[in-house]
């Protein structure tokens, strides 16, 4: 959002958030997905019956709601941290995303109606807010509060744009226009920018989070959609659509890789991080939408969600109040939770008040053991990955059960701002077991009050530098800033320029893309040369003359911009000459999207033929082959051959009657909806690394009786899908207990992933779903290889 004085100096508000808590990443055991809706009333809780508390009652200490000065005496630090308080009741309520603006205020989305107890009583009300927070003396704590827009529905994204702001409920993503006068701001029109934008799913299974990252497009988790606000005269990218307009911009959707469930983050070169309930950090290792460049080609698991990190993680309480407490190996001898159950809200440190040491740590919250876990991240030729970064502690851990860490974000004074949503249910009713129950009853979780703090996370010894904020820096001295040692200065000064269009400041942008010594203020410019409509061979080649990995990268990733012609195929074959393991993934890219076939089989014979390769070759391998089949190896010429010939899967169901392709249908709503299996599992049925797929799993389309006991009670432990092990700490819920779902239900949901993507096999019926409850009625356990095996085979 733009917004000027009296004095034409410029302030902006921006923001991108990772929305990711909402509901299922603050869920207590996110672990199962439990998708049972147990209560004490309901007599069918299969897995309500029988469950033993492993925790004797005498080893849980209460759960009392803490002041705030009882709450920081409740946290266990590194000895290098210190925690201080810069926003508590009364000043703001529930928050779960939060982002400072170029002003420095502190937009805040809070979620006021989230699990208000137990029942989830009210939670559908239009009681949510979106808040502003106002630091009146500079000195990083918040003093003021001004409500903007009020009576939403379960808000979950929020990012500022030109004008106004982004933000999402349930359902949609709108336009706010918002204006800033006085030190107040003014609401103006809301409007509609994507009436689908979190359509489908549960209330724990909705797209989330907006994170402006590097390219200059709006990223979400748990979506396959990416945005981008265009000038109004601007083409539209291929593959780009245009759903909205208003005077200032035009909004633009296109497909990018889905990634993540709760919360994104980005590193300085624009590589997105992510995770899963159970998992640290995931991340991709390469910039967004290569995987999705060859339908023809999937790209591994492994590759589009490498792991950065362990899931061990190391509470300094008790915590038995997780939704599969009772379940074997979950806690430790001192009961306290083992791994992940409840990731969520990754960052990349990118600032500068934490020594040298600690910066592009991974931080992830994780609300159901009450702590922040830090992960070192580490990277050789290209490829990321991570290890602890302390032995057996975190960085932050808590006594208070309330304590509920949601989300991270890097701050303008260069420290970490916590998100602490501090609930005692979160939970959410659709996946509550009877076992949590029990714990929430046992220490009065479900007396809720609307409270809620953020924190700041900084280096004990490093002073805090005077907050330094960019409203009323004068438009020439923004490109100084893309090279700033603290990250969210560089972010924030290229969303300015982008957003604002300062085509005055180009000039010095190609300046800076071309001769600076610092590879971060190259690559800013680079993007920020993009996000302005400028992508200049002379100033590309320029800049890879520095020879640093990560410039390159993003040198040949902006050169598939340019129309291809002689002089820059030339140009590729150069580069294809000296490449490096860190940029040659891009640099195939580049080469297939200019037809530079020479430089791409050079790159080949190389290094061999990889994922990028066939990703560069989409929709062009027959010419490649024409042209450059007897310059490389027979193996990688078969392998290209072999990607030409995949056929897509003519899904005709012909073989199933009237009644159950309509059995089909409801079962896809299901799968996609209240059931929300497409969670774990994604809307083409592939799983993730570590989730197993339910396309072209003989688990799904062999026996249908087995496959309605996993339906009906979960299944846990290792797996063998196709030949590939997986051991996910995951449990995959039952539904055999929730009184939402009939055996008719089940027996479509079962019928739809039989016959969906590529399978094809027989329709389930509702008398067999039956059949099969009756014959696991004493089953209180999820399902593992071997029982499943006892009883099915």
């Known amino acids: 959002m733009l917004l000027t004085n009296k004095n034409s100096k410029l302030k902006l508000v921006f923001a991108f958030v990772f929305a990711g808590i909402t509901t299922h990443s603050i869920a207590a055991d996110a672990t199962d997905n439990n998708k049972q809706q147990m209560s004490e009333k309901n007599p069918g809780d299969r897995e309500g019956h029988n469950m033993q508390e492993v925790v004797p009652r005498e080893a849980i200490p209460p759960a009392p709601i803490l002041n705030t000065q009882d709450a920081l005496n409740s946290f266990v630090l590194h000895d290098d941290f210190a925690l201080e308080v810069i926003a508590d009741s009364p000043l703001v309520f529930d928050p779960v995303v939060v982002q400072y603006d170029a002003s420095g205020n502190l937009w805040v989305v809070e979620m006021t109606t989230f699990m208000p107890d137990a029942e989830a009583n009210g939670e559908m009300q239009h009681e949510s807010q979106i808040v502003v927070l106002r630091d009146k003396n500079n000195d990083g704590v918040m003093d003021e509060r001004q409500v903007i827009l009020e009576k939403l529905l379960l808000p979950r994204a929020l990012a500022f744009v030109q004008g106004g702001i982004l933000w999402a409920d349930q359902q949609k993503l709108y336009f706010t226009e918002v204006s800033h006068k006085s030190d107040k701001f003014t609401v103006g029109q809301t409007e509609v920018i994507d009436g689908e934008y979190a359509a489908g799913g549960n209330v724990e299974h909705k797209p989330n989070g907006l994170l402006y990252s590097l390219d200059n497009w709006y990223y979400s988790a748990k979506s396959e959609i990416k945005y981008r606000p265009y000038p109004l005269t601007a083409d539209i990218p291929a593959g780009g659509e245009e759903i909205y307009r208003n005077h200032l911009w035009k ?280 996000g302005l409509g400028v992508v200049d061979f002379a100033v590309l080649k320029q800049a890879a003359l520095s020879n640093q990995p990560k410039v390159l990268a993003t040198v040949y990733r902006l050169a598939e911009k340019l129309p291809t012609n002689a002089d820059i195929q030339k140009w590729l074959y150069q580069q294809a000459l000296v490449v490096n393991p860190q940029s040659k993934n891009a640099l195939e890219l580049a080469c297939g999207t200019h037809k530079a076939w020479a430089a791409l089989a050079y790159i080949i014979n190389k290094f061999a033929l990889s994922d990028f390769s066939l990703a560069a070759l989409a929709d062009a391998e027959a010419a490649f082959l024409a042209e450059q089949g007897q310059q490389i190896s027979e193996q990688s010429a078969n392998k290209i051959r072999a990607v030409m010939n995949v056929q897509s899967v003519d899904n005709s169901m012909a073989h199933l009657s009237e009644s159950q392709v309509e059995s089909f249908n409801r079962g896809k709503g299901f799968y996609q909806g209240a059931a929300a299996c497409f969670g774990c599992h994604g809307k083409d049925g592939e799983g993730s690394s570590i989730v197993p797929p339910l396309n072209k799993s003989e688990w799904v389309v062999g026996s249908s009786a087995r496959l309605a006991a996993i339906l009906l009670h979960g299944f846990t432990g290792p797996m063998t899908v196709n030949g590939q092990a997986y051991n996910s700490p995951m449990s995959m819920p039952g539904l055999a207990g929730n009184s939402e779902f009939s055996d008719q239900d089940l027996a479509d949901i079962a019928t739809y992933i039989r016959n969906a993507w590529n399978n094809s096999s027989s329709a389930v019926e509702s008398t067999e779903v039956t059949k099969v409850r009756q014959q696991t009625a004493q089953q209180n356990q999820p399902f593992t290889t071997e029982t499943i095996q006892d009883n099915f085979n």
């Open 251 to 530: 909004m633009v959707r296109a497909r990018t890789e889905y990634r993540g469930q709760w919360g994104i983050s980005q590193d300085d070169y624009g590589r997105h991080y992510f995770n899963f309930n159970s998992s640290s950090i995931l991340t991709t290792s390469f910039l967004p939408d290569v995987a999705i460049r060859n339908p023809k080609h999937k790209f591994p698991k492994a590759i589009l969600g490498q792991v950065v990190g362990t899931t061990d993680i190391y509470p300094v309480r008790v915590t038995p109040g997780i939704n599969r407490g009772y379940l074997e190996g979950m806690l430790d001898e001192k009961y306290r939770l083992r791994h992940h159950t409840a990731a969520c809200g990754p960052l990349v440190y990118r600032g500068n008040q934490f020594p040298a040491e600690y910066y592009g740590i991974g931080l992830v919250a994780e609300p159901a053991a009450n702590l922040v876990k830090a992960t070192r991240i580490l990277e050789q030729d290209g490829v990321v990955a991570g290890e602890n970064l302390f032995e057996k502690q975190e960085i932050l851990a808590s006594t208070d059960e309330r304590f509920r860490p949601v989300n991270a974000y890097n701050a303008p004074d260069g420290t970490v701002t916590l998100v602490d949503f501090y609930h005692g249910i979160i939970q959410h009713r659709t996946y509550l077991t009877t076992y949590l129950r029990q714990q929430i009853t046992m220490r009065e979780l479900e007396r809720n009050k609307h409270i809620g703090r953020i924190y700041r996370l900084k280096h004990k010894k490093s002073a805090v530098k005077r907050n330094n904020y960019l409203d009323k820096v004068a438009v020439a001295e923004l490109v100084s800033y893309l090279g700033h040692d603290n990250g969210w200065h560089r972010d924030m000064a290229k969303q300015i320029i982008v957003m604002q269009q300062y085509q005055q400041l180009v000039p010095e942008l190609k300046k800076l893309a071309s001769r600076s010594d610092n590879p971060l203020a190259k690559i800013n410019a680079l993007w920020t040369l993009e």
